[in-house]
């Protein structure tokens, strides 16, 4: 465990013992160990590779939690991600997830090229709807994957890319295929599409 990984769960048991105080958010104390990251609202503002996930179904942010912990999934650039997840209790997983799906996925008024995103829909439409849904659609929860609309471009690249290389492994063969089709441009396009939303 890094130091940095310690400090913020100090930070987290910390409040937790302070949240015995009467002004109870709906945020779980554990949060504090998220924050500095992903913002309490999961924007995770101003941070290029830090993924949004406010409006992600808990489903998925229990799978990304647990892949870490295990690690079927590596942080490639933020150690601290895994070696904070490696401490995560079952329960705090629960409730972060809980947590940040309950928030609506905020705008982050990123610069978007309304070409490129024009170029980047049916992309989606022919490739990629089928297991990723808008965050507020219905059925975003039922299906296979988590929702990219509203995701952070430069995330969006880095995962695209991450799977394109080999060092993200993909858990489904057909979005392995369906992403093997993708050239560079076609990935930009997207990233704009999603960005968009
Ligand atoms: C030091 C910064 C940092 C901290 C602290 C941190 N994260 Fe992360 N988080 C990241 C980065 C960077 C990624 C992308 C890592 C990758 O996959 O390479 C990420 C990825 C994730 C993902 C996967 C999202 C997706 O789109 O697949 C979830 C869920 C997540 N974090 C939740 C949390 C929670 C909950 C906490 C607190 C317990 C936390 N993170 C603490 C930086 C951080
Ligand atoms: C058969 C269903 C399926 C299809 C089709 C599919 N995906 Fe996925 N996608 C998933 C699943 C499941 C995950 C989460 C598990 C994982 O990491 O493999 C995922 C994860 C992702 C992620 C990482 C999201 C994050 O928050 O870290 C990106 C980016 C992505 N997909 C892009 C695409 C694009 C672009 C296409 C179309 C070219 C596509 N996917 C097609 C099922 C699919």
Redesign the pocket.
């Known amino acids: 465990m890094s130091d ?1 990984a310690r400090k ?1 769960l100090h930070l987290a048991l910390g409040v937790g013992l302070l949240s015995l105080a009467p002004l109870a958010t709906a945020a779980p104390a ?2 504090e ?2 924050k ?3 913002a309490e609202d999961g924007s ?1 503002v101003g ?1 290029r ?5 406010a409006g ?1 179904p808990a489903v ?2 229990e799978e ?2 647990y892949a ?1 912990k295990d690690g079927a ?6 150690p ?2 895994c070696e ?2 490696a401490l ?1 209790t079952d329960d ?1 997983v629960a409730d ?2 809980e947590y ?1 799906a309950a928030i609506d996925r905020p705008s982050l008024n990123e610069d978007i090229d309304a070409a490129l995103a024009a170029l980047g829909e049916p992309i989606h439409k022919r490739l990629c709807a089928r297991c990723h849904l808008p965050p507020d659609d219905p059925n975003a929860a039922e299906v296979l994957g ?1 929702p990219l609309h509203g ?1 952070r471009a430069d ?1 969006l690249s ?2 695209l890319e ?1 799977y394109i290389s080999g060092s ?1 492994e993909n858990l489904l063969d057909e979005m392995k295929e369906k992403i093997s089709f993708l050239d560079e441009g076609d990935v930009e396009a997207l990233a704009h599409y999603y960005g968009s939303y």
């Open positions: 940095l913020y554990i949060v160990a998220c500095v990251c992903h995770g941070k590779i830090v993924p949004v996930i992600m998925h942010i990304a939690l870490y999934r590596q942080c490639l650039e933020e601290v991600m904070t997840a995560l705090n972060l997830a940040y988590p995701q995330y880095y995962a991450s993200r």
